[in-house]
């Protein structure tokens, strides 16, 4: 393969290859089209990198030892930021309250994020520090707290944030995708998430040395905002419902832990007006919509813009929802009809999926099953990107394909191939980037070199063991490993030019 002038100027074999100013032998490494992460929250993956990870505690007290070791190296006035506990894999699911944490800190700030990012446990003494959050929804005194209570703890939380700390940790989480063999991502940011200046700052650094940023700003009517920002797209985490794991998902049938049946945070007329919204600009947008019932929603108002602009007008857009975890048959032609992008986290399913995990503690066995249906949406033309939505997963694009080959539900599964291409060209193409993502004469010279211990079958690396007892979220094939990223010829991360 020659590349100039960040394009391939060339492919074919050895004996053929034309004169190259240099020549960088592999070495029989394998070379694909690079990775596209389509759903990233860029400083939180970077504060995940270096914060409090407490993914691993399985109860209460583990965490406020966690909380409390991590304490002990901060300052008298700093705030301990983490992530990743999930009371659903705990013995005893009661996780500590405010002032439990704000012994475990000795007083200083606490906020951890659950996994679904969807709510989060605060210390007193946070609360403290946002007066208004007592007459908030989702409010409650132990400081578990849901909905827009979290939404106001989240933006004082990120708000201790200096920006020289928020522009280094971006940088750092951009540089760990680029080790992962990824090339772009898509933020989604928005007035809920990070903030403009989270966002524009991010933006900014876009391709210099790390991969390529697609903003999306999530502002109910927010299209012509999300343009003066720089956003390819009005979407993204606009919120129509919230997340499984904080019980904020809405659902047609309540859930079976606790009941209830989560929150419908848009109406059909405001996804409706939205999307007329986003054609007078020319935006792309989307919308963040987990359960049925929030999804059925969605498409109520996907249907009343098309009733306004024509169906062709609205594919045309390739708008987009995100995570899309609970959806029929009937959601999934819908889809089809108004060309969707479903962007899309198999890790979800590698996770929480499966008999005795998350999905079924919310939702029952069937259901949970039924969830992520990957294979049902790709065999009938839905377009799809794979991404991570880290913090909440890591950004682990092979982990992910495999997730994708290797659903709790074998009718959900899809080919290698298949989910390969829907975490590679599927990216770029939801960002209406047609010619990327693959290696191609006059394409893009965006790759990944890597070295694969499995193996290689059919141009692309063995992911599963071959005894199927062994394969799903716990095989022990090993992955391969990144050496070298490039993005339109520029290696973004392994040693050397082109």
Same mark, same amino acid.
């Given at each position: 393969?020659?590349?100039?002038?960040?394009?391939?100027?060339?492919?074919?074999?050895?004996?053929?290859?034309?004169?190259?100013?240099?020549?960088?032998?592999?070495?029989? $490494?394998?070379?694909?089209?690079?990775?596209?992460?389509?759903?990233?929250?860029?400083?939180?993956?970077?504060?995940?990198?270096?914060?409090?990870?407490?993914?691993?505690?399985?109860?209460?007290?583990?965490?406020?030892?966690?909380? $409390?070791?991590?304490?002990?190296?901060?300052?008298?006035?700093?705030?301990?930021?983490?992530?990743?506990?999930?009371?659903?894999?705990?013995?005893?699911?009661?996780?500590?309250?405010?002032?439990?944490?704000?012994?475990?800190?000795?007083?200083?700030?606490?906020?951890?994020?659950?996994?679904? /990012?969807?709510?989060?446990?605060?210390?007193?003494?946070?609360?403290?520090?946002?007066?208004?959050?007592?007459?908030?929804?989702?409010?409650?005194?132990?400081?578990?707290?849901?909905?827009?209570?979290?939404?106001?703890? !989240?933006?004082?939380?990120?708000?201790?944030?200096? =920006?020289? &700390?928020?522009?280094?940790?971006?940088?750092? $989480?951009?540089?760990?995708?680029?080790? @992962?063999?990824?090339?772009?991502?898509?933020?989604?940011?928005?007035?809920?998430?990070?903030?403009?200046?989270?966002?524009?700052?991010?933006?900014?650094?876009?391709?210099?040395?790390?991969?390529?940023?697609?903003?999306?700003?999530?502002?109910?009517?927010?299209?012509?905002?999300?343009?003066?920002?720089?956003?390819?797209?009005?979407?993204?985490?606009?919120?129509?419902?919230?997340?499984?794991?904080? =019980?904020?998902?809405?659902?047609?049938?309540?859930?079976?832990?606790?009941?209830?049946?989560?929150?419908?945070?848009?109406?059909?007329?405001?996804?409706?007006?939205?999307?007329?919204?986003?054609?007078?600009?020319?935006?792309?947008?989307?919308?963040?919509?987990?359960?049925?019932?929030?999804?059925?929603?969605?498409?109520?108002?996907?249907?009343?813009? $098309?009733?306004?602009?024509?169906?062709?007008?609205?594919?045309?857009? !390739?708008?987009?929802?995100?995570?899309?975890?609970?959806?029929?048959?009937?959601?999934?032609?819908?889809?089809?009809?108004?060309?969707?992008?479903?962007?899309? &986290?198999?890790?979800?399913?590698?996770?929480?999926?499966?008999?005795? !995990? @998350?999905?079924?503690?919310?939702?029952?066995?069937? !259901?949970?099953?039924?969830?992520?249906?990957?294979?049902? /949406?790709?065999?009938?033309?839905?377009?799809?990107?794979?991404?991570?939505?880290?913090?909440?997963?890591?950004?682990?694009?092979?982990?992910?394909?495999?997730?994708?080959?290797?659903?709790?539900?074998?009718?959900?599964?899809?080919?290698? =191939?298949?989910?390969?291409?829907?975490?590679?060209?599927?990216?770029?193409?939801?960002?209406?980037?047609?010619?990327?993502?693959?290696?191609?004469?006059?394409?893009?010279?965006?790759?990944?070199?890597?070295?694969?211990?499995?193996?290689?079958?059919?141009?692309?690396?063995?992911?599963?063991?071959?005894?199927?007892?062994? =394969?799903?979220?716990?095989?022990?094939?090993?992955?391969?490993?990144?050496?070298?990223?490039?993005?339109?010829?520029?290696?973004?991360?392994?040693?050397?030019?082109?």
């Amino acid at each position: 393969m020659l590349v100039s002038d960040g394009r391939i100027a060339w492919l074919g074999s050895d004996a053929d290859a034309p004169v190259a100013d240099r020549v960088v032998d592999l070495d029989g $490494a394998l070379v694909t089209p690079a990775f596209v992460d389509a759903h990233v929250h860029t400083t939180g993956t970077g504060l995940g990198l270096s914060e409090l990870d407490v993914s691993g505690v399985r109860s209460g007290r583990e965490l406020l030892a966690a909380v $409390a070791a991590f304490a002990e190296g901060l300052p008298p006035d700093g705030v301990v930021l983490g992530h990743g506990w999930d009371e659903s894999t705990w013995p005893v699911p009661v996780p500590p309250n405010g002032e439990e944490l704000d012994r475990a800190a000795a007083g200083r700030r606490v906020y951890l994020s659950q996994a679904s /990012m969807h709510s989060a446990l605060v210390s007193t003494a946070l609360l403290a520090a946002c007066p208004a959050v007592v007459a908030a929804a989702g409010f409650d005194e132990s400081g578990w707290l849901r909905r827009d209570a979290h939404h106001v703890v !989240r933006a004082a939380a990120s708000g201790s944030v200096g =920006r020289e &700390q928020r522009a280094a940790v971006q940088r750092a $989480a951009l540089a760990h995708a680029a080790a @992962m063999g990824v090339a772009a991502v898509h933020e989604c940011g928005g007035p809920e998430i990070s903030g403009e200046e989270d966002f524009t700052g991010l933006l900014g650094i876009s391709g210099v040395g790390v991969p390529e940023v697609y903003g999306y700003w999530g502002e109910l009517g927010g299209a012509q905002r999300a343009r003066e920002l720089g956003a390819v797209g009005a979407g993204g985490d606009l919120f129509a419902d919230g997340a499984l794991g904080a =019980r904020t998902a809405q659902l047609t049938v309540p859930y079976v832990d606790e009941g209830g049946y989560g929150y419908g945070y848009l109406s059909a007329g405001q996804v409706r007006d939205h999307l007329l919204g986003c054609a007078t600009y020319g935006m792309q947008g989307g919308f963040h919509a987990i359960g049925d019932a929030a999804i059925a929603t969605v498409l109520e108002g996907f249907a009343a813009a $098309a009733a306004r602009l024509g169906t062709d007008r609205v594919r045309a857009a !390739r708008h987009r929802v995100e995570h899309a975890e609970l959806v029929d048959k009937r959601m999934i032609a819908g889809f089809v009809e108004y060309g969707v992008v479903a962007s899309v &986290q198999p890790a979800f399913d590698r996770l929480w999926g499966g008999a005795g !995990r @998350m999905y079924e503690s919310r939702l029952g066995l069937d !259901r949970s099953l039924a969830a992520n249906p990957l294979g049902a /949406m790709h065999s009938v033309g839905v377009s799809l990107a794979f991404g991570s939505d880290s913090p909440v997963t890591p950004v682990d694009p092979w982990g992910s394909v495999r997730a994708a080959v290797a659903h709790h539900n074998p009718a959900q599964r899809m080919s290698l =191939r298949a989910a390969f291409a829907a975490h590679s060209r599927g990216g770029w193409r939801a960002v209406r980037r047609d010619g990327d993502g693959v290696l191609a004469l006059g394409a893009p010279a965006t790759f990944a070199v890597w070295d694969t211990p499995a193996g290689v079958e059919r141009g692309l690396p063995v992911l599963q063991a071959e005894d199927p007892e062994v =394969r799903g979220a716990s095989d022990p094939t090993p992955l391969p490993v990144c050496r070298r990223t490039v993005l339109r010829g520029a290696v973004i991360y392994g040693e050397g030019g082109l």
